[in-house]
């Protein structure tokens, strides 16, 4: 599989913000088939969604940790709580909240 994105992901923690919408489930079940990340950290502030791709994408010894993380992007200290120890975000937020956050209207 692309060589750029086995460096960019295989042994690496990962946080995936947006993770459990349309992008965010594909691009998880993607990493999961193709690659070999230490761990998957599923941001988003959807509760059922959540749990939903719990049941889809079960803890499975031998494979990367996957942690369901609850918190909204526009919560910095619960953002940065997230992000600690991890090697990479992948952000699959709609663009109108990454420009808020850019511009700070937030």
């Keep these: 599989y692309n060589l750029p ?4 992901l295989d042994g690496k923690k990962i946080l995936v913000t947006g ?21 998957l ?5 959807d509760k059922l969604k959540q749990f939903q791709m719990q049941e889809t994408f079960p803890y499975e010894p031998g494979g990367p940790m996957i942690r369901y993380f609850i918190g909204d ?16 975000v992948i952000s699959f937020l709609p663009h109108f909240i990454l420009h808020e956050i850019k511009t700070g209207d937030l």
Excluded: H, N
């Design 19 to 39: 993770g459990t919408g349309s992008f965010g489930k594909q691009f998880i079940g993607t990493v999961l088939d193709r690659y070999e990340p230490d761990k």
């Design 73 to 88: 992007i526009r919560d910095l200290r619960r953002l940065r709580f997230a992000m600690e120890g991890v090697d990479e």
């Design 5 to 8: 994105f086995r460096k960019m």
């Design 41 to 45: 950290i599923v941001f988003s502030r």
